[in-house]
């Protein structure tokens, strides 16, 4: 009941943030000027219109992520009200997964809504429901909890300003992991392919989750291909999730 309490309380706090709404006007303005595009092409109408809007969802919701969720417990410490909140018989670990849960629930609710204004416009255009997208917009969803873990991970013993900093780092790096590779393997010497190579176990190798040409464009995908993005996506976020709690909890609060 204590981390559901507080999670709601993280959800009101970012539904408040007009930030927020700004950001979710954008990405309807995105996904609805897409049609722009559509009277200037010639057949495929309807995957362009998908193309951009699963785009327009993982960029807002990626900027959602990173710049409410750095400010989740950062906040709470510059305006002191931690204080009040760890008076309570509540314990650090309860706190973190409480705003993580909160963010989630803002994510899910934005994305659902986003997804909700691409799925009516593809409609439009193609006279069906494109309930091919549901995986992409899935997956789409599992890396923005992946970023909101690390952002509260990194919110957690940083400043506001190096926590996006380094959530969007990885946001970048988790995208380019198999290219990054490649390109040390055929271009760089031993030294960088041995950080390529650090870098790909590491971090949460991104790419997995972003199957928006598949999805669009019908390519094939194995019938394990999700579950398993699914379950390396989990094993990720409890990762972050765990990190962020064993931090916080040392953290001198004074």
Not at 53 to 73: D, E, K, P, Q
Not at 181 to 206: C, E, K, W
Not at 224 to 239: F, W
């Amino acid at each position: 009941m204590k981390i559901i309490a507080i999670a709601l309380m993280a959800f009101v706090e970012a539904v408040r943030d007009r930030v927020l709404y700004s950001l979710l006007v954008f990405a309807l303005g995105m996904i609805g000027s897409s049609t722009i595009l559509v009277r200037l092409s010639v057949g495929g109408e309807g995957k362009i219109v998908k193309d951009l809007g699963l785009g327009a969802i993982s960029l807002v919701g990626v900027l959602i992520a990173v710049f409410i969720g750095v400010g989740l417990v950062s906040r709470e410490i510059d305006r002191r009200t931690i204080y009040t909140v760890m008076a309570r018989p509540i314990r650090r670990s309860e706190f973190i997964l409480g705003k993580f849960l909160g963010l989630a629930l803002t994510l899910f609710v934005n994305v659902a809504i986003m997804a909700l204004g691409l799925l009516c416009l593809a409609r439009l255009l193609e006279g069906r429901w494109s309930l091919e997208l549901f995986p992409a917009i899935l997956l789409a969803l599992v890396e923005l909890l992946i970023l909101t873990a690390a952002a509260i991970m990194f919110s957690s013993f940083t400043t506001p300003t190096l926590s996006a900093i380094f959530t969007l780092s990885l946001f970048v790096i988790g995208r380019l992991t198999g290219d990054l590779r490649a390109f040390a393997a055929q271009f760089g010497g031993a030294g960088l392919r041995a950080v390529a190579t650090l870098l790909s176990y590491l971090l949460p190798n991104l790419s997995r989750f972003n199957i928006v040409d598949a999805s669009v464009h019908g390519l094939p995908l194995g019938a394990d291909y999700v579950p398993l993005a699914l379950l390396y996506g989990a094993s990720y976020l409890i990762l972050f999730l765990s990190a962020a709690m064993a931090i916080f909890a040392r953290r001198d609060l004074k």
